[in-house]
């Protein structure tokens, strides 16, 4: 299931957060990445839905990923992503100078430890 790991990679999607979206053990979508397991349908269709792709693409069966009828990909993880920032971006605009070095300051603790 090769397909998966390179629908995660084009959509900057770990392997925790699918894993988590499909209630499975981190390990176990690692094993389908790697051929070791493969999914049930019901998982199958899962991912379909979550990449907005079909089953036959994530089966290998065909190359477009693409729904029919489908021109362009639906809203994905990133538009949820920018409504966050932009909560956010209204929210540190109520803060004083104080506070704001103090939000810049976790945020590079979170970097750093997202890098590590």
Request: aromatic share 6%; net charge negative; glycine share 4%.
């Amino acid at each position: 299931m090769n397909r998966i790991k390179v629908l995660r990679a084009e959509n900057g999607v770990k392997q925790i957060e699918l894993a988590a979206f499909l209630n499975v053990a981190q390990n176990t979508l690692s094993a389908w990445e790697r051929g070791a397991h493969e999914p049930d349908i019901d998982n199958i269709k899962k991912i379909a839905e979550y990449f907005n792709t079909t089953t036959d693409y994530i089966l290998g069966i065909t190359s477009d990923p693409t729904p029919l009828g489908k021109k362009e990909k639906a809203p994905s993880a990133e538009t949820e992503r920018e409504k966050n920032l932009k909560y956010l971006s209204e929210k540190i605009r109520e803060l004083e100078i104080n506070d704001l070095i103090k939000v810049d300051d976790y945020i590079d603790l979170l970097i750093h430890r997202h890098n590590k």
